[in-house]
């Protein structure tokens, strides 16, 4: 199973949601109560979550939540900025950072799963200018970079 890489407690929860807030504000959307609900089960997780297993979650509270609903919330979320969805392992995880909308870069371990979280935004610049320089104007960048975490070397 994935090791938790930042334990986020409830007080760190409150933030997170108060934070996803006025986000939502400044953009002009609105954090929807089943939308706050995903992000706030996400934030329960201890790593990257797959779509069905929140549904199933979200599915002992509610019976409405059917896999259209959550897949349109966790879209939002991850429009947003306020959750990303790791590709290669198809599933998603709260933003650790709060909202890194433009650019990411994941950790993952191979072996256990642990996806960290970095707050790319410097890492990500020279990408980003030398993209300019060919004429791309780059909105997000997502990068997932696969390999063994600490842990799992010093077990091995
Ligand atoms: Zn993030
Ligand atoms: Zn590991």
Redesign the pocket.
Same mark, same amino acid.
């Given at each position: 199973m994935a090791v938790m890489a930042h334990d986020h407690s409830a007080h760190d929860r409150a933030h997170h949601i108060a934070e996803a807030e006025r986000i939502c504000a400044a953009a002009s959307e609105s954090l929807t109560p089943l939308r706050r609900r995903v992000l706030e089960i996400l934030l329960d997780q201890t790593g990257p979550a797959k779509a069905y297993d929140l549904l199933h979650l979200l599915d002992t509270e509610t019976t409405q939540a059917k896999p259209p609903t959550i897949y349109r919330a966790l879209d939002f979320l991850v429009r947003m900025?306020l959750a990303?969805r790791i590709e290669s392992l198809n599933a998603f995880v709260a933003? #650790?950072?709060?909202?890194?909308a433009r650019s990411?870069i994941f950790l993952i371990c191979e072996k256990c799963g642990a996806a960290e979280?970095f #707050?790319a935004g410097h890492a990500l610049v020279d990408l980003a200018d030398a993209a300019k320089r060919d004429g791309f104007a780059i909105k997000r960048t997502m990068i997932e970079a696969s390999g063994l975490c600490a842990t799992c070397q010093r077990a091995a």
């Open positions: 900025g990303h933003c #650790d950072v709060g909202a890194c990411t979280e #707050d």
